[in-house]
């Protein structure tokens, strides 16, 4: 059992920055991986970033490359997404998930269907 608790989406202008930060509690391993996904209205939810937590390797959605950064907090069973030079194309929902089974995976899981618990979901919204 695992539970993610979201923060730090807002408003804010179009080359802003925001801070999104998840909080997990209950029972975690350092073989989970953790992932932001954000949907957007009349779209599919996408995955954003993605880190392992065991060596803190990362995958980053073309669209965000460069301006977007996923860490980890060990001290704090926490994950982060920086995020800057926001577009309003970034304007979504963001989603907090992980996935209990990155261990048994090549590769970090990109798709929804992989994360086994999920955050509230958090609002960012970007103005042009």
């Known amino acids: 059992q695992v539970q993610l608790v979201e923060s730090g989406g807002g408003l804010v202008q179009g080359g802003g920055s925001l801070r999104l930060s998840c909080a997990a509690s209950?029972?975690?391993?350092?073989?989970?991986?953790m992932g932001w996904f954000r949907q957007a209205p009349g779209k599919e939810r996408e995955l954003v970033a993605a880190?392992?937590?065991?060596?803190?390797?990362?995958y980053y959605a073309d669209s965000v490359k460069g301006r977007f950064t996923i860490s980890r907090s060990n001290a704090k069973n926490a994950v982060y997404l920086q995020m800057n030079s926001l577009k309003p194309e970034d304007t979504a929902v963001y989603y907090c998930?992980?996935?209990?089974?990155?261990?048994?995976?090549?590769?970090?899981?990109?798709?929804?269907?992989?994360?086994?618990?999920w955050g509230q979901g958090t609002q960012v919204t970007v103005s042009s």
């Open positions: 209950g029972r975690t391993f350092s073989d989970y991986a």
């Open positions: 880190i392992r937590w065991s060596d803190e390797s990362t």
């Open positions: 998930a992980a996935d209990v089974d990155d261990a048994y995976r090549i590769e970090v899981a990109t798709t929804t269907d992989d994360y086994d618990y």
